[in-house]
């Protein structure tokens, strides 16, 4: 089960700590992903990362702008995000991955609301 926190209202420009904690008690062997859906859109890939944290990859709308990271020893794994713009707008979900591309379990997302 994953838990998804760190969400709310923030103004273009601002940043928001996104947090997802795993009561999977094997959560260190999982690639770790966030996601997020905007209304009306499909749902889309931010960021990912591996068990060790040493592979990371960001869509091209995160890079620059977003941070993904794990502390495995508390079964949680953050997305920073900066600079956030109105299009930046969505439901925020944290899934974990067998691999970096099946992804079986998701967290109920977070939303990010930003205004202009």
């Known amino acids: 089960q994953l838990q998804a926190s760190g969400g709310g209202l923030v103004q273009a420009g601002g940043s928001r700590r996104l947090s997802c904690t795993a009561s999977e008690r094997t959560f260190s062997s999982y690639v770790m992903g966030w996601f997020r859906q905007a209304p009306g859109a499909d749902r889309e890939f931010v960021a990912t990362i591996s068990w060790s944290g040493q592979t990371i990859y960001y869509a091209d709308s995160a890079k620059g702008r977003s941070t993904i990271s794990r502390d495995n020893p508390k079964n949680t794994v953050h997305l920073q995000m900066n600079i956030l713009k109105p299009e930046d707008t969505a439901l925020y979900y944290c899934?974990?991955?067998?691999?970096?591309?099946?992804?079986?379990?998701w967290g109920q997302g977070t939303q990010v609301t930003v205004s202009s």
């Open positions: 899934a974990m991955g067998t691999g970096w591309v099946t992804f079986p379990y």
